[in-house]
T-cell receptor, first 112, second 115 residues
Framework: QQQVKQSPQSLIVQKGGISIINCAYE??????FPWYQQFPGKGPALLIA?????SEKKEGRFTISFNKSAKQFSLHIMDSQPGDSATYFC???????????FGKGTRLSVIA | EAQVTQNPRYLITVTGKKLTVTCSQN?????MSWYRQDPGLGLRQIYY???????DKGDVPEGYKVSRKEKRNFPLILESPSPNQTSLYFC??????????????FGQGTRLTVV
């Protein structure tokens, strides 16, 4: 049973465009939602994270939008650049120091 | 420099030959975990440890063992590797599994091929 469903599996965006990656979850106990970015040959690294007490969090060109009632959250990359080409993973965890649960990842390619 | 170090980075082995992938972190993190990454399946947790001598199974523990005798080290052991364990493996550590201390630091990965 997949606890965090991520889509799309792959995404091609023109330079300067907006990249949008979506995640959905079922477990209402989840209350921490990070996004990780992974470049080829590297381990994932934390990009941005949100808690459900806010509906949006922005850091530079990266924004997380959170819809608690729909149990969905998404990553928006504004003004996408070729350097943003990477695999992005959404994740979630709940209280009790439980392990992070990851989505299956989205491979983003930003083309000039 | 704060880091998670895995060794080896690449390994080709034969079916049934026991192997160990080492993982060490220098951040005094309590929480460590192992993941395998396969195309189309994302990151799947194998084992995790919340502290010394405390380990728990993740989503795909079959065929793997771990130990946590010291805080900084969390080796992954394959007693009898099989071809379906061919994968990219990541070790990760964090102060906690959740915010505000929940940032997980990942190693560079170990690409294992079992023939």
């Amino acid at each position: 049973q997949q606890q965090v469903k991520q889509s799309p599996q792959s995404l091609i965006v023109q330079k300067g465009g907006i990249s949008i990656i979506n995640c959905a979850y079922e477990n209402t106990a989840f209350d921490y939602f990070p996004w990780y970015q992974q470049f080829p040959g590297k381990g994932p690294a934390l990009l941005i994270a949100i808690r459900p007490d806010v509906s949006e969090k922005k850091e530079g060109r990266f924004t997380i939008s959170f819809n608690k009632s729909a149990k969905q959250f998404s990553l928006h990359i504004m003004d996408s650049q070729p350097g943003d080409s990477a695999t992005y993973f959404c994740a979630a965890s709940s209280e009790g120091n439980t392990p992070l649960v990851f989505g299956k990842g989205t491979r983003l390619s930003v083309i000039a | 420099e704060a880091q998670v170090t895995q060794n080896p980075r690449y390994l080709i082995t034969v079916t049934g030959k026991k192997l160990t992938v080492t993982c060490s972190q220098n951040m005094n993190h309590e929480y460590m975990s192992w993941y395998r990454q396969d195309p189309g399946l994302g990151l799947r947790q194998i084992y995790y440890s919340m502290n010394v001598e405390v380990t728990d199974k993740g989503d795909v523990p079959e065929g793997y063992k771990v130990s946590r005798k010291e805080k900084r080290n969390f080796p992954l052991i394959l007693e009898s590797p099989s071809p379906n364990q061919t994968s990219l493996y990541f070790c990760a550590s964090s102060l906690s599994s959740r915010e505000p201390l929940g940032e997980a630091f990942f190693g560079q990965g170990t690409r294992l091929t079992v023939v």
